[in-house]
C-alpha cells in the first residue's frame, strides 16, 4: 500500500495565488521528499526535509514537516501556470534504501 | 546530456510476448531502481540495486527480472506479458542511500494488447 495520503487529490487556483499540499505518513522515516511530475513525463525532485528539520526553503517552495503528526505541507507561492502539475510526497525509512510515494496532488494553475 | 535514459519511450506488444527496457545513467550514481506507475498515478518500487546488487525486490512476478551488467545500467525484462503489465515504468538513480534525491528516467509507457 502507499506509505502517504496527499490532499488535497486536485487543486485549482489562479496564477499568482499559493498553492498548499499536504502529506500524510504512516511510519518513522529518515527523510522526506516532495516531486513534480508533468503530463507525460518523469519526477523531478524538487526539496527533501531531514526528519529532524521542520522546515525548508528553496526559491517559491517552502515545505514543513511535523513528525509528531507524520504530516507535511508543500506551499508554492506566487504560483504560476508553468507549475501545472501532480506533486507528489515521497519518504524513505528503515535500512532499505526506498522510496514510497504518495498518491499524489494534482494542481492546475490558470491564467 | 540526458542523466537518466530510458529505452524505448513507448512499447506496444501483445500479449504472451517477452520485451526488455533499458536504462542508463551518467551521473556516477552507485542505485538504481524500476518503479511501475499505474493507471491511477500510484508508483510503487519493484526492484532497486546498488553497485550491480539487488537490494530491493518488491513483491514482482517472477516475470520481471532486472539485470545490471555495471552500475551504470539497469535493464528489465519480462517474460510473457499480460495486459495487466500495462503501465508506465520508470528507472531512477541515487547517490548513497536514502538521503538524497532520485533522479528519474522520462518512463517507458508499456501497452499491452
Known amino acids: 500500500s502507499q506509505q502517504g495520503e496527499e490532499d488535497p487529490q486536485a487543486l485549482s487556483i489562479q496564477e499568482g495565488e499559493n498553492a498548499t499540499m499536504n502529506c500524510s505518513y504512516k511510519?518513522?522515516?529518515?527523510?522526506l521528499q516532495w516531486y513534480r511530475q508533468n503530463s507525460g513525463r518523469g519526477l523531478v525532485h524538487l526539496i527533501l526535509i531531514r526528519s529532524n528539520e521542520r522546515e525548508k526553503h528553496s526559491g517559491r517552495l517552502r515545505v514543513t514537516l511535523d513528525t509528531s503528526k507524520k504530516s507535511s505541507s508543500l506551499l508554492i507561492t506566487a504560483s504560476r501556470a508553468a507549475d501545472t502539475a501532480s506533486y507528489f510526497c515521497?519518504?524513505?525509512?528503515?535500512?532499505?534504501?526506498?522510496?514510497?510515494f504518495g498518491t499524489g496532488t494534482r494542481l492546475q494553475v490558470t491564467l | 546530456d540526458t542523466a537518466v535514459s530510458q529505452t524505448p519511450k513507448y512499447l506496444v506488444t501483445q500479449m504472451g510476448n517477452d520485451k526488455s527496457i533499458k536504462c542508463e545513467q551518467n551521473l556516477g550514481h552507485d542505485t538504481m531502481y524500476w518503479y511501475k506507475q499505474d493507471s491511477k498515478k500510484f508508483l510503487k518500487i519493484m526492484f532497486s540495486?546498488?553497485?550491480?546488487?539487488?537490494?530491493i525486490n518488491e513483491t514482482v512476478p517472477n516475470r520481471f527480472s532486472p539485470k545490471s551488467p555495471d552500475k551504470a545500467h539497469l535493464n528489465l525484462h519480462i517474460n510473457s506479458l499480460e495486459l495487466g503489465d500495462s503501465a508506465v515504468y520508470f528507472c531512477a538513480s541515487s547517490q548513497g542511500q536514502s538521503d538524497y534525491g532520485y533522479t528519474f528516467g522520462s518512463g517507458t509507457r508499456l501497452t499491452v494488447v
Open positions: 511510519t518513522s522515516i529518515n527523510n
Open positions: 515521497a519518504t524513505t525509512g528503515g535500512t532499505a534504501s526506498k522510496l514510497t
Open positions: 540495486y546498488n553497485n550491480k546488487e539487488l537490494i
